[in-house]
């Protein structure tokens, strides 16, 4: 019986288990390699990636399983977050590699972190208990500080890297804060129990809604949404390119898994409560996103402040407390990242050594330099602005809807009327591909893996587009098996 | 199988042929890539036929069905259907689409793929918008047509295109983007994107007024009604001559077409409780905006205003509540389909060889172009709404059935016979007649085969229909006659 009990946890860990254990050998192997056969840390990297899908798929079965006392959940929606989290981190590795091989930053430590850092999101998805929870989400936080500090001659990077950390650690503290409040008001960290001890009403109100506010600020810290987004821009702009990739992108994942397991299986007898806090973040986020996008001349800057729109939107469907809203809201964040994943990715296809095209400018004529990657940057940026048929679209209506559902009219009017605000700033980049002449004639030339996965990335926004439902069923299978 | 699905053929040929077009596209060799455009849009233009010749004219609901599940979480289905309303639109569309090919044969020496490429997409984006029958795959349409319009003005527009092509999207997205909640709005009452279910569903006025003006917003942006009017005159100025003829002949019909579509029938309380202000609007349009039109220098400004003008006639005759106004209304948007189309062509062979649409800088045209005057005489009669064109047949019907509804409606209506004939005919006088004003225009080679066989085609289509109306009257009537019915139901229900 005993061993039956460990036996499962096991197997139910062991994705995590085994990117652990190869995070370490990327670490140690690279200390025997010259700079010419570093590929093999990259192979191994991506090998992980696989391997870890592999054992995902193998291990999964449509129902909820608890391991390590209650403490660490197997369930669709953890399994099928963590493939989209490998597939997410291979696109980022594949992009960033001749990036980073070209600035100095192609070393074993870059792979070993990102592949911890992907440990942390897989333990935030898979949290049932406010310490696993926490511990995924400070060994994500670590690796992306380094992360963002890696290129550590550059001054920028090294600021940008300082601010997060503060703010990230202010976050932390902020929301292990509230935790301890939720603690003394229930009595429970295991979230299960938390929603037992508040559905039986035996909580203090008083406590519990102030434990509350600050786990709801430490969250939206983490999503970026508005009031607590003044690092996002200066993180997104200061990092290295590759870097802010994979910041901006998979880490939503575990952001969203977090939010799910927090605010709706921990304390969904509070909807009401954060409702309200939600619903101040929605409206900010996507009016100060929007309009301050409009005014930004750099490219990556202009995606944070779309990402913190975006989350904004996201927000929307998590306000309608509903599983048509949060499988909505599941869907938007893996159309989110997926052109978020394009986006960079064009930016990186246009960087070369000494050279950042992160400036708009850069993308001046680009339909002139070459059509195809011009056309992928248009349907990005028409997803972005919610534009059919793409992908995008299907993002904005599946959340709105499930606002409108909930009985939100005036909301989803202002959030529409905001979507045309924005658009206005993603057409701007197509103006520059389209109708201004190229100041920059320097040849595209890809390596043939990353050009292959750009035009997947690109194709998929708008095949996606014309055909959402695999995905739609598959974010509903994700939630509708996992929260009871 | 080709039998049943005519519709899809129609909307699929056109966007299948613009993406060969910009795959084998070549702008050193452009002589093979403007042939395969244009063979595509023959073709693009003969599978639409059936739907003339196999269309029942007694039936005045939705013909040539299909129907598959396309989107189940949301019951949403790709389901398309026609009725009389729309074929006449679907074959002016399928035809534009031939016209604007070969006007920008020569004229168009950059990027000639993706140029020809982007109006054989929209061509199927729009015949799309005209015969879906759910609600999403509407709106993916609709917007989706906006895509190409957006780059055809910005990347082979005149000097002020960037401005004028964002003005065009985000003024025509932000009046989408309300109908977007409309829909959504109308799927959490019945479950449903389907158009049809729409109109069976009872809905409280209040709630019939909320989803008038937001289809309201997006229509009337569209049309353009009075006073959301301020992009046209600009996109139009801009925009190269095919996107002029495309933006006039077809996106303007998409608007009044929604109207008929989906504001009536599925608010038609509303409909009717808004119809004094409705028609107030188009009036101040037909009145208001002809004397604007009068006072233009730029002959593609004039021409656009003259464009909104026209379309106040049409929103007059669907508001009137009359089969013969309603009727009218439909003729009006075909016949202006010719007319505008020929008009804005007329402009572009003019801007072709002397690269200026102003009207000053013209004078005593007819001595050195003679052919292409007669030409744009005729056009321009039609625009006046000369009897005999087929500009008259569509006017004359609004003002009757005005004149059975309030006498001063018709009287205001018909103000715009002189006004149209003054604003067009002063035009004519400036640029056609007179002296030789300077010497480039002395200099002025007359049309050349292409030019004559494209507006040659265009002067049988006003002409034939000036004297011959009947072919669009017999596909519409038992529709509008359908729709009329409908509209005099009221949906608020108990």
């Known amino acids: ?484 | 199988m080709f039998e049943s699905n005519i519709l899809s053929l129609s909307i699929w040929v056109p966007v299948l042929a613009g993406i060969l077009v910009l795959a084998t596209g070549n702008d050193e060799r452009p002589g093979l890539t403007r042939w395969i455009a244009l063979l595509g849009s023959i073709a693009g233009f003969l599978v639409t036929l059936p739907l003339y010749t196999r269309f029942d004219r007694a039936d005045g609901g939705f013909q040539f069905q299909e129907g598959y599940n396309w989107i189940p979480s949301f019951n949403i289905h790709y389901h398309l259907g026609v009725d009389g309303l729309a074929v006449p639109l679907i074959l002016l569309t399928s035809f534009t689409t031939m016209i604007v090919v070969l006007a920008g044969w020569e004229v168009i020496q950059k990027r000639v793929a993706q140029y020809m490429a982007a109006f054989l997409i929209m061509s199927g984006l729009m015949i799309g918008v005209f015969s879906a029958l759910d609600g999403i795959l509407f709106y993916v349409f609709w917007e989706a047509m906006l895509i190409p319009m957006f780059l055809v003005i910005g990347i082979w527009g005149g000097p002020n295109r960037v401005y004028a092509t964002i003005k065009f999207f985000l003024y025509t997205l932000l009046g989408s983007l309300l109908m977007l909640v409309a829909f959504i709005y109308l799927f959490h009452q019945s479950n449903s994107f389907e158009i049809v279910d729409y109109y069976m569903l009872p809905l409280p006025l209040s709630v019939q007024l909320f989803i008038f003006f937001a289809f309201f917003m997006a229509f009337a942006v569209k049309i353009p009604m009075w006073p959301v009017h301020t992009w046209l005159p600009d996109a139009h100025v801009e925009a190269p001559t095919g996107g002029s003829v495309v933006l006039a002949a077809i996106m303007l019909k998409l608007g009044a077409y929604g109207f008929l579509r989906f504001a009536m029938p599925i608010a038609p309380d509303a409909a009717h409780y808004l119809a004094t202000p409705m028609i107030v609007l188009s009036l101040i349009a037909v009145v208001y905006i002809a004397f604007v039109a009068l006072a233009q220098q730029d002959m593609k400004k004039l021409i656009a205003y003259s464009s909104i003008s026209h379309m106040g006639f049409v929103t007059l005759g669907l508001f009137i509540f009359n089969p013969l106004g309603m009727e009218g209304g439909v003729v009006q948007m075909i016949s202006h389909g010719f007319i505008s189309g020929a008009m804005f062509l007329c402009v572009g062979v003019l801007y072709d060889r002397m690269h200026s649409r102003q009207i000053a800088d013209y004078g005593g045209v007819v001595n050195t172009m003679p052919t292409f005057t007669a030409f744009a005489v005729l056009f321009a009669m039609a625009n006046a709404g000369l009897p005999g064109t087929s500009g008259f047949v569509g006017e004359f019907m609004v003002i009757l059935a005005a004149v059975q509804e309030n006498f001063w409606y018709a009287f205001l209506a018909a103000t715009t016979l002189i006004l149209g004939a003054a604003y067009t005919l002063w035009m004519v006088k400036r640029v056609f007649f007179g002296a030789v004003g300077n010497s480039h225009v002395a200099e002025l080679q007359d049309l050349n085969k292409r030019e004559f066989v494209i507006l040659g085609v265009l002067a049988l289509m006003v002409l034939g229909f000036g004297l011959y109306p009947q072919p669009i009257t017999e596909l519409t009537h038992a529709t509008v006659e359908q729709l009329l019915t409908h509209l005099a139901q009221s949906k608020i229900p108990g």
């Open chain 1, 1 to 484: 019986m005993m061993n039956n009990a460990i036996t499962y946890d096991l197997i139910a860990a062991l994705p995590e288990i085994f990117v652990l254990c190869m995070a370490m050998v990327v670490l140690l192997v690279s200390l025997f390699l010259s700079a010419r056969t570093l590929y093999v840390s990259y192979i191994l990297t991506q090998v992980t990636l696989l391997g870890a899908a592999f054992i995902t798929v193998s291990t999964h079965i449509p129902a909820v399983g608890y391991a390590f006392n209650g403490m660490f959940v197997d369930d669709p929606l953890s399994d099928i977050l963590k493939l989209m989290i490998y597939l997410g981190t291979s696109m980022v590795l594949v992009y960033s590699r001749s990036y980073i091989a070209l600035r100095g930053m192609y070393r074993g430590e870059f792979f070993a972190l990102v592949l911890f850092a992907m440990l942390g999101m897989m333990i935030m998805v898979s949290g049932q208990h406010f310490l696993t929870l926490y511990m995924g989400l400070e060994l994500l936080s670590l690796c992306l500080y380094s992360l963002v500090a890696l290129d550590r001659d550059n001054p920028r990077s090294t600021e940008a890297a300082m601010k997060y950390f503060v703010l990230g650690a202010l976050a932390s503290g902020m929301l292990l804060y509230g935790m301890s409040m939720i603690y003394g008001a229930t009595g429970a960290l295991e979230l299960s129990q938390i929603n037992a001890a508040l559905f039986n009403g035996m909580a203090d109100r008083s406590v519990l809604i102030l434990g509350l506010v600050f786990v709801v600020a430490g969250v939206a810290f983490k999503l970026g949404a508005v009031p607590f987004q003044m690092w996002l821009p200066d993180v997104y702009h200061g990092a290295p390119t590759a870097v802010t990739l994979l910041v901006g992108s998979v880490p939503k994942f575990a952001a969203f898994a977090f939010v799910i397991r927090l605010l709706i299986q921990g304390l969904q007898v509070l909807t009401v409560d954060w409702q309200g806090m939600l619903i101040v973040m929605a409206v900010l986020s996507i009016s100060i996103g929007n309009i301050t996008a409009i005014a930004q001349t750099n490219l990556k800057r202009m995606l944070a402040y779309s990402t913190i729109s975006h989350i904004g939107f996201l927000l929307f469907g998590f306000l309608s407390g509903s599983m048509n809203g949060y499988i909505s809201s599941m869907f938007y964040i893996s159309a989110y990242v997926l052109m978020t994943l394009g986006g960079f990715g064009m930016i990186l296809l246009l960087s070369r050594k000494g050279f950042e095209a992160e400036n708009l400018d850069d993308f001046k004529g680009l339909n002139q330099r070459s059509p195809w990657y011009a056309f992928l940057m248009l349907l990005l940026m028409f997803s972005m602005a919610g534009v059919p048929p793409t992908l995008g679209f299907y993002a904005k209506f599946t959340v709105l809807q499930a606002a409108l559902q909930a009985g939100f009219v005036s909301l989803v009017i202002f959030a529409v009327l905001m979507a045309a605000v924005g658009a206005f700033y993603y057409l701007r980049i197509v103006k520059l591909m389209y109708f201004d002449e190229p100041q920059d004639h320097a040849p595209i030339t890809p390596s043939p893996d990353m050009a292959l996965v750009l035009g997947i990335n690109g194709m998929a926004i708008l095949i996606l587009g014309l055909m959402p439902q695999r995905l739609m069923e598959l974010c509903a299978y994700a939630i509708a098996h996992s929260l009871q």
